[in-house]
């Protein structure tokens, strides 16, 4: 009988190769563009927590760094990272905020106030030997660039890229343009209950794009999972860490700024938002793109590239 399977086996393992060589062969020509190719890095931070960063394209050209959204990691910049015209033209670097991705996850409330992110941020930045990149925030990402400034003042940066997100001095900024739909998404965030939590971060990775968006389901998974390996109480800390955008604000007149929004944005009011920026007197180009949700630099990505890319030689 042992014989019988063993056989079984090898007949059964040599039938499958040749199949299995043809996929592998063919599997190779549908891998992601050879130009990326990540630098990665882990760099540890002011208080100990270990960041893990990743850095693209040449170093001589100015550089972005992307900080991604709550409960996600850098992969979401991949349609940035893979823009061979970025890469020409621009050096990416990415990291995953503390709390989330392959990045250390400290369980103190503490570990998760504003200076904490913005010495991560240069902890990022010296590592790779740059000095006053851009920021690019998307979401809750978006608060960094106001972290950055306040630690280290407005000359730290060269400017600021929002992506489906605000900017004020306010520390209720966000509950002014948040729209009322999300605000039990971030109370399910908070729960400890499973069935809630759930809720939560299934109607939260819809919310990310627009109604016609269709996500792939792999993005689509990928998100959940990252949501889901976040132990609840970091999750708590970093979903309602506290903001403060006031030295940013009063930085107007030094920082540009390049907003890029969609109009069915479904976490936030966008035309709220651009009048509340434009009301506290930010020196900012102000997009809205149609058709296009939360996520514009993954739902629109050419264009939020082109636009980042034009912003970046400008204002270089
Ligand atoms: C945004 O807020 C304004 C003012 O409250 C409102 O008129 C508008 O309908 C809102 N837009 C969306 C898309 O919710």
């Not at 059964?12 to 549908?30: D, E, Q």
Request: charged share 20%; glycine share 8%; net charge negative.
């Amino acid at each position: 009988m042992k014989h019988f399977l063993a056989a079984t086996f090898l007949a059964f393992a040599l039938l499958i190769t040749p199949i299995y060589g043809a996929s592998v062969s063919r599997s190779s020509t549908l891998s992601p563009p050879t130009a990326y190719k990540p630098n990665p890095r882990t760099v540890t931070s002011e208080d100990g927590t270990r960041i893990y960063a990743e850095a693209l394209g040449n170093k001589r050209n100015p550089a972005v760094v992307f900080v991604h959204g709550f409960g996600c990691s850098l992969v979401h910049y991949k349609k940035q990272f893979e823009d061979s015209k970025l890469l020409r033209n621009v050096y990416m670097i990415g990291y995953d905020m503390r709390g989330h991705g392959r990045s250390g996850a400290p369980f103190e409330p503490e570990a998760y106030e504003s200076i904490r992110y913005a010495e991560d941020f240069k902890a990022v930045i010296d590592e790779f030997g740059v000095v006053k990149p851009f920021v690019a925030g998307w979401s809750a990402g978006g608060f960094v660039p106001a972290d950055v400034v306040a630690a280290y003042g407005p000359s730290s940066i060269s400017g600021v890229i929002l992506l489906g997100t605000a900017m004020g001095p306010d520390e209720d900024l966000i509950s002014i343009v948040t729209k009322p739909e999300m605000v039990g998404i971030f109370t399910g965030f908070a729960s400890l209950d499973l069935l809630e939590f759930r809720s939560a971060a299934l109607a939260f990775s819809t919310a990310l794009y627009a109604v016609d968006f269709k996500v792939a389901f792999k993005e689509e998974q990928r998100f959940l999972g990252g949501m889901l390996t976040m132990h609840p109480s970091v999750r708590v800390s970093a979903a309602f860490r506290p903001y403060n955008g006031r030295a940013i604000t009063a930085a107007q007149d030094e920082l540009p700024f390049l907003v890029i929004q969609g109009a069915e944005d479904a976490a936030f009011n966008v035309t709220l938002v651009r009048d509340y920026m434009t009301e506290k007197g930010f020196n900012m180009e102000y997009h809205i793109f149609d058709r296009v949700g939360h996520s514009p630099f993954f739902e629109a990505p050419e264009k939020t590239n082109r636009l980042i890319l034009d912003f970046v030689r400008d204002h270089a």
